[in-house]
């Protein structure tokens, strides 16, 4: 106790000392005695700024508004006091003014130290020397606080979003509550979440993001009632409260009423875009009696709406809860098995007609679930995607299907190739080039014996940075493959656009070779665009005598499936690749 008082009289005695020093500092930089004295006892708060921008000096008034004591700020510039709430256009204005004429006044908010943000009327004058020249800034301002109105348009301030102006979430969660007391019968909330804004945001450039949310939030007013309640919550999602409205298929209507406005296209620039979203429903007081629950269901509603394919509305249902929990325990699972190095690979082999051998092999990823079992990657892929973890779980397979490739080719003295399944989120960050450089560089895995599968949906999906990213990989030296071909796109450009080397015809049209009605017609066009193009064909998913026979006498150039192998993992393998599973080679 007796300790804490001294430090404190320490603390505060070494304070004196250094305003005494700042005071004459700041003297110094006034000039003369008087300015001192007067800008000393001034009640309105002052600061000088260098013509470099850096505080020179800061009256005590400034201390009492901004809670900064000189030593704090000075040599900062005084952006630091800023509170983020003007946009840039406003400190334009503010320096053209003070560029032409010298001086500049008008309201501006800013924040203390105690994070509070106040508003304050400030003037800033140029202050020139005998030649003219700006030498100095002085600011001069006071907290208007407590004027007359002030009080209701803080509280406007807390209340609403600074972007698009409409009401935010620490109303939303005031105003339901004291709505759903008022209501005589239900009430609504839709939780608004527009599709893929965060593609729209990295191509598009922020602004320009900025621009659609602003669209968004006028569209979503025009589709309600002024009594309804509209609200962004941050990002891009928005929630809509409609009072008094318990009739499901006015509900629904509304619903879809929003989902069409919103699609009318944006344009900006040369850019037009059409937006979709995805919508979350809830009921009061059948779903909750309260903001925070009707807000929990409509959010799992809307995650039902986003696994639904997207640009649609979903009703919350009790059901969906079990599934968005086991969704939730399974995604944390995951995140502890890729930490923990605990996703397998299998491997299938890959039969080359040409060489007549197997060549090469596809890494397969597998998760054994202590509790589920062995899951598929049609499972945990899409979780790993969607919880941005798809770049870790990557690398782990990528690296270790390498190394695994790497000594089965030195065992057997033959150059086997691995060929690795990328996913299209990959694509936007081009995380997967620096991995596949890693490869080259790090575990000396030559380039040529790597190839990255694709599918066709998903280079289309953004095909200018798919682009980049295919040419960054192609001049590593290593090979791309489409995935599933004959499944997704139509045209048939942009093979020759990505500088394809190998199609890999679906399972879904092997296997109906040696039915009745089977697509052998579509098997025979695929090896003949492969011919025609220079383009090697593989055909995946053989499982029977029939379907290895015919594309051996078309000389397609590669087979995979259950009639060779199945996916297995290493150990099934010997030290130099060779198997003995399926049939004899
Ligand atoms: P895919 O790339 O088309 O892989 C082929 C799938 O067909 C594999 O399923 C394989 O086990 C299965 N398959 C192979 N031969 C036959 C056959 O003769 N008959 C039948 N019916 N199926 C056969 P799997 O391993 O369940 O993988 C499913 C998909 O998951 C893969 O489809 C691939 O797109 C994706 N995938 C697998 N591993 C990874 C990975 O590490 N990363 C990424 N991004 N995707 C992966
Ligand atoms: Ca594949
Ligand atoms: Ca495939």
């Given at each position: ?84 709430i ?66 209701k348009r803080?509280q406007n301030l807390a209340f609403h979003d600074t972007l698009t102006g409409l009401p935010n979430r620490a109303y939303l969660k005031q105003r339901v509550n004291e709505l759903l007391g008022e209501v005589?019968s239900g009430s609504a909330l839709l939780f608004v979440d527009i599709d893929?804004f965060?593609?729209v945001n ?7 993001g900025d621009e659609i949310l602003r669209i968004v939030a006028n569209r979503l007013q025009a589709a309600v009632r002024q009594s309804d309640v509209v609200c962004r919550l941050g990002g891009d999602e928005f929630v809509i409260v409609l009072p008094d409205l318990t009739d499901v298929?006015r509900t629904e209507a509304i619903a879809g009423k929003i989902l069409t406005q919103l699609q009318s296209?944006i ?7 059409g937006l979709t979203a995805s919508i979350g429903i809830s009921f009061y007081?059948?779903d909750g009696?309260d903001f925070e629950s009707l807000f929990q269901y409509a959010d799992v509603a809307l995650?039902?709406a986003k696994?639904?394919?997207k640009n649609g509305y979903s009703l919350y ?269």
């Open positions: 106790m007796k300790q804490a008082r001294s430090d404190q009289r320490l603390t505060d005695g070494l304070q004196t000392v250094m305003n005494n020093f700042f005071e004459q500092a700041m003297c110094q930089a006034l000039g003369d005695r008087i300015s001192c004295e007067i800008f000393r006892v001034s009640q309105i708060a002052m600061m000088l700024v260098d013509r470099r921008m850096s505080i020179v000096a800061v009256n005590p008034a400034f201390t009492r508004t901004t809670g900064y004591d000189f030593y704090e700020v000075m040599g900062e510039n005084p952006r630091k006091l800023s509170s983020g003007h946009d840039r256009l406003f400190y334009e204005t503010l320096w053209q003014s003070l560029l032409d004429q010298g001086s500049w006044s008008g309201e501006i908010w800013n924040r203390r130290k105690n994070g509070e943000i106040y508003p304050e009327h400030l003037r800033i004058d140029a202050i020139r020397n005998a030649q003219g020249e700006v030498t100095h800034y002085v600011g001069m301002f006071t907290d208007i606080t407590n004027e007359k109105g002030m009080q803080l005589n893929n965060k593609r990295d191509e598009l450039g922020h602004s320009f298929a296209p344009t900006s620039g040369d850019h037009e875009i007081p059948k009696e995650y039902d696994g639904m394919g249902r009790r059901e969906m809860s079990t599934t968005f929990r086991n969704r939730l325990a399974l995604e944390k699972d995951l995140r502890l098995a890729i930490e923990g190095g605990l996703i397998d690979v299998f491997y299938q082999p890959k039969l080359n007609l040409v060489r007549g051998r197997v060549s090469g092999f596809e890494a397969l990823a597998r998760w054994h679930h202590p509790e589920h079992g062995w899951i598929g990657p049609n499972v945990f892929i899409p979780i790993a995607e969607d919880a941005g973890m798809i770049d870790s779980l990557a690398e782990h397979v990528i690296r270790r299907a390498v190394r695994q490739v790497r000594d089965w080719s030195l065992q057997a003295r033959f150059p086997y190739e691995v060929a690795v399944n990328i996913s299209s989120k990959q694509f936007r960050t081009g995380g997967v080039v620096h991995l596949m450089q890693d490869i080259v560089n790090v575990e000396g895995f030559p380039p040529e014996q790597v190839e990255i599968e694709v599918t066709e949906s998903q280079l289309m999906e953004n095909s200018r940075q798919s682009q980049t990213i295919i040419e960054a990989l192609k001049s590593l030296g290593m090979h791309i493959a489409i995935d599933d071909f004959g499944t997704g796109y139509s045209s048939l450009g942009y093979l020759k656009q990505f500088h394809v080397d190998r199609l890999k015809i679906d399972k879904v049209f092997v296997q109906d070779i040696g039915t009745p009605g089977n697509d052998e017609e579509l098997c025979d066009v695929i090896l003949s665009i492969g011919n025609t193009l220079g383009i090697k064909v593989t055909a995946e998913g053989v499982e029977k005598r029939e379907q290895f026979d015919f594309f051996s006498q078309r000389r397609c150039d590669e087979l995979q499936g259950y009639y060779i192998a199945r996916p297995l993992p290493w150990d099934q393998f010997g030290p130099d690749g060779s198997f003995n599973t399926g049939v004899q080679q």
